[in-house]
C-alpha cells in the first residue's frame, strides 16, 4: 500500500465502525450511453438554390434593372419590390423608412466576391478555432471604423429600413476588412430584417453603434470552406449597440453565432446556433437576456465573458467538445442568473471562472466529463435545484474551503427521505477531500477507487463533523426535477 492510500487507514477504519445506515437507496437509476441522443429541429440550410432569373426592382410602378437605381429613386416610406437575381451588386441604403421585399421567395442580391476571390491565408500564427490574438480568455473585443469594407454586399445607413424575405449571399472572405452580407451604419436605427437569407459570407449582419434593430426568423451561412474558424466573421456581429432584438435565427458555418461586443440592454430568443467556435460570445455586455436559444456541435456552446447582469434562462446546449468544450463558459461575470437551461454532453455542462455572485438554478448538468467547475477566483456563487446526472465527474472546485450547494439533485448519491419531503437525510459529497488530493497530487489519482478512499469519501457524506475542502450538498433533492431519460432516446 503507497503512503498517500496508508494516510487514510486509521480514519477509514474509524469511518467504518460508523456508517451503517438503514433504509439508503442509490438514486442513481438509469444507465449512461456514451453519447446522447439530440435531433434538433433546424431548418434546412443546404438544399435551397438561388434563382438564375434576372432581376428587376419596382418603386412606385417604375421598373429598375439594379438595386442600388431603385434604392436611390425610392422616397422615404417607400417600398422596393425585387424579383429575381442581382448579379455583381454592392448596396448602399441611404434613404430612411425603406423596405426592400421580395414577391418570388427569395429574390437575390449577389455580391459575386465569394465567388472569385481566394480564399484567406490561414498562416497567421494563431491557433485553430481562435481569433489572431484570442487565446480563449478574456481578450480585446473587435471593433472597427463605421465604414463597410468594398466586398460588403448591402450597407444600410438611414434609419427605419426593413429587409423582408431578401437574399443577400457572397461577400469577401476577410474578417480583417469586416466584409459582411449587410453592414447598419450609427445612421441605421430601427432597422429590421425579417425572414431573409444571408449566406456565404463572412459577417452575417453588422450592427454599428445602432439601437432598436430586430433580426427574425433569418437564416444565416458563413464561408464554410474557410479554415480555421478563425478566418470566418461571425454570424451577427453587435458593436456598441443597445435594445437589439434577435429571435429565430438559425445561424451556421461562421465563427461565433451571435457576438456582443458593447452591447447592452439586448435579447437573443429561440435561436438555433451549431457548427460554430461558439454559439454566443458575449464581451463587455451588460443587462442582456439570453432565452429559450440551442446551441449543438459547436467548441463552446455559450460563452459569457467580463459582463454583468445577465439573465441566462432556458437555453439548450448539447456535444459542444471543443478544446475547451464548455456548455456554458461564465468568465469574469458578475450578477449573473443562470437558471433553467440544459447542459447536455458537453466537457464542462458550465464552468465558472472569475466570477461574483452568480446564481446557478435549476439546470440539467448530464453526461458532461464534468458537470460544473467553479474556480477559486468564483464568489458568492448559489447552486441549488440543479440535476446533477451521469456526468463522469459531478462537480469539480480546487478550493480550499467548503463549499454548501444545498438542494441539488445527484443520480450517484445515497438517498433516504425519512420525513417525505423530498429531500435526503443524507448528505452528499460530489467533491471531497479525495478528488482534492487527486487534483493537487495526480500521482494519488490511481489510488482514488480504493477501499480506503471510498471510506473517506463515506464519512465525508455521514458525518458533518470532517469539514474538509470541496462541495457538500447537505439536502440533497431524491428525484430529479428535469427529463433526463428523453437524451437517451428509446
Not at 271 to 284: A, S, T
Amino acid at each position: 500500500m503507497g503512503t498517500l492510500e496508508t494516510g487514510f487507514v486509521a480514519l477509514s477504519v474509524l469511518v467504518l465502525l460508523g456508517t451503517a445506515v438503514g433504509g439508503v437507496v442509490v438514486a442513481d437509476d438509469g444507465e449512461p450511453t456514451d453519447r446522447v441522443t439530440f435531433d434538433p429541429d433546424v431548418r434546412d440550410v443546404d438544399s435551397f438554390e438561388p434563382t438564375e432569373r434576372d432581376g428587376t426592382a419596382v418603386v412606385d410602378g417604375t421598373q429598375y434593372e439594379s438595386v442600388q437605381s431603385a434604392v436611390d429613386a425610392a422616397s422615404p416610406g417607400d417600398t422596393v419590390t425585387l424579383e429575381g437575381r442581382f448579379e455583381d451588386e454592392r448596396v448602399v441604403i441611404r434613404t430612411p423608412n425603406v423596405t426592400l421585399t421580395s414577391t418570388d421567395g427569395f429574390a437575390v442580391i449577389d455580391g459575386g466576391a465569394g465567388d472569385s476571390a481566394a480564399a484567406p491565408d490561414d498562416d497567421d500564427g494563431s491557433p485553430d478555432g481562435k481569433a489572431p490574438g484570442d487565446d480563449g480568455a478574456v481578450g480585446e473585443a473587435v471593433g472597427s471604423d463605421s465604414e463597410s469594407s468594398n466586398d460588403t454586399v448591402l450597407s444600410v445607413d438611414a434609419p427605419g429600413v426593413t429587409l423582408d424575405g431578401v437574399w443577400v449571399r457572397n461577400s469577401g472572405l476577410s474578417a480583417t476588412e469586416q466584409d459582411a452580407g449587410i453592414w447598419v451604419t450609427d445612421n441605421g436605427s430601427d432597422f429590421r430584417l425579417v425572414d431573409s437569407r444571408i449566406t456565404d459570407i463572412t459577417f452575417g449582419v453588422w450592427l454599428h453603434e445602432t439601437d432598436g434593430a430586430l433580426l427574425r426568423n433569418n437564416t444565416i451561412v458563413g464561408h464554410e470552406g474557410v479554415y480555421p474558424l478563425a478566418k470566418r466573421g461571425n454570424g451577427i456581429h453587435l458593436f456598441y449597440t443597445s435594445d437589439v432584438r434577435m429571435e429565430e435565427n438559425a445561424i451556421t458555418g461562421v465563427r461565433d453565432g451571435i457576438y456582443f461586443s458593447w452591447a447592452s440592454e439586448s435579447h437573443a430568443h429561440g435561436n438555433y446556433m451549431w457548427d460554430l467556435r461558439f454559439g454566443v460570445h458575449y464581451m463587455y455586455s451588460d443587462n442582456c437576456v439570453l432565452e429559450g436559444n440551442v446551441a449543438f456541435d459547436n467548441e463552446v456552446g455559450f460563452a459569457l465573458m467580463v459582463s454583468r447582469n445577465l439573465e441566462i434562462v432556458n437555453n439548450t446546449a448539447v456535444n459542444n467538445t471543443g478544446p475547451s468544450g464548455h456548455g456554458i463558459q461564465v468568465l469574469q461575470i458578475d450578477d449573473t442568473v443562470i437558471n433553467g437551461n440544459k447542459l447536455v454532453g458537453n466537457v464542462h455542462g458550465v464552468h465558472l471562472d472569475n466570477s461574483q455572485r452568480i446564481t446557478l438554478e435549476d439546470n440539467l448538468l448530464m453526461e458532461n466529463r464534468r458537470g460544473a467547475h467553479i474556480t477559486s477566483g468564483t464568489r458568492d456563487a448559489e447552486v441549488h435545484g440543479n440535476s446533477f446526472v451521469h456526468n463522469d465527474r459531478q462537480a469539480f472546485t480546487p478550493m480550499r474551503a467548503q463549499k454548501h450547494w444545498d438542494g441539488n439533485y445527484w443520480s450517484d448519491a445515497r438517498s433516504a427521505d425519512l420525513t417525505g419531503d423530498g429531500t435526503s437525510e443524507i448528505r452528499h459529497r460530489p467533491e471531497g477531500l479525495v478528488e482534492v488530493i487527486a487534483y493537487r497530487n495526480p500521482e494519488a489519482a490511481v489510488f482514488t477507487n480504493s477501499p480506503a478512499f471510498d471510506a473517506v469519501r463515506m464519512a465525508e457524506s455521514s458525518f458533518p463533523i470532517l469539514e474538509s475542502p470541496g462541495v457538500v450538498d447537505n439536502r440533497p433533492l431524491v428525484e430529479a426535477e428535469h427529463d433526463w431519460r428523453r437524451y437517451y432516446g428509446d
